[in-house]
């Protein structure tokens, strides 16, 4: 069973993939995964470069303060990025998820929504929290302003919209609530296996 995590920036979805792996869970980082490729596939080098010009890469690594500026705030090239990547770290995850043994593997991916990829999954978990803690996370993680947050978070599709389209909610505020509701629905997901 292929089970997606998602979840807006600064919701936590990252500390709950932390938790299912403690449980043994196989979990997979997109993101991770995608900056992987980005660097390592020339062929994914080529159409970025395409896309983005030489600057996308600086010595063969990722110019990723480059890349961010120019995709948020465009989603024509947000969309045409995602076209790009997406496929790559598709085609990756299967095969990565086929030679684990659980009965089930969580993927864990920003914007599930957005890339109307939630058909893909068996089951969806959507990470929220409250827009002000986001914010304070994320200002506090990546010293990014409230301005730069607030204009990421307005590139994904808002919590109610989402929502509607998952199969299980998870509201991280308080670390160890969070942790239990992970325990609690890995027992579920387990069950429904």
């Known amino acids: 069973m292929i089970v997606g995590l998602t979840g807006g920036i600064g919701s ?3 500390t709950v993939a932390k938790f299912f792996k403690a449980l043994g869970v196989p979990v997979y980082d997109s993101d991770v995964q995608a900056k992987r490729i980005m660097k390592s596939s020339k062929k994914i080098r080529k159409k970025i470069i395409a896309l983005l010009g030489e600057e996308a890469y600086e010595d063969k690594s990722l110019n990723r303060a480059y890349i961010a500026k120019s995709v948020f705030g465009n989603k024509e090239l947000l969309e045409e ?3 790009i990547v997406h496929p790559a770290v598709r085609k990756h995850f299967l095969k990565w998820s086929q030679k684990q043994d659980y009965p089930y593997v969580v993927q864990e ?4 929504f ?3 990829s939630n058909h893909l999954y068996d089951k969806v978990i959507l990470v929220t929290a409250p827009q002000k803690l986001r914010i ?3 200002m506090s993680r990546d010293k ?3 301005e730069q947050v607030l204009a990421r978070i307005e590139n994904q599709l808002a919590d109610t919209d ?3 389209l998952s199969d299980y ?3 991280n505020i308080d670390l160890k609530e969070t942790k239990d509701k992970v325990i609690k629905l890995n027992k579920a997901l387990l069950e429904y296996c």
């Open 12 to 14: 936590g979805k990252s």
């Open 81 to 83: 990025l995602s076209g």
């Open 109 to 112: 991916t920003a914007l599930l």
């Open 114 to 116: 957005e890339n109307k």
């Open 136 to 138: 304070a996370r994320v």
């Open 144 to 146: 990014s302003t409230q």
């Open 162 to 164: 989402k929502i509607e």
């Open 169 to 171: 909610i998870i509201e």
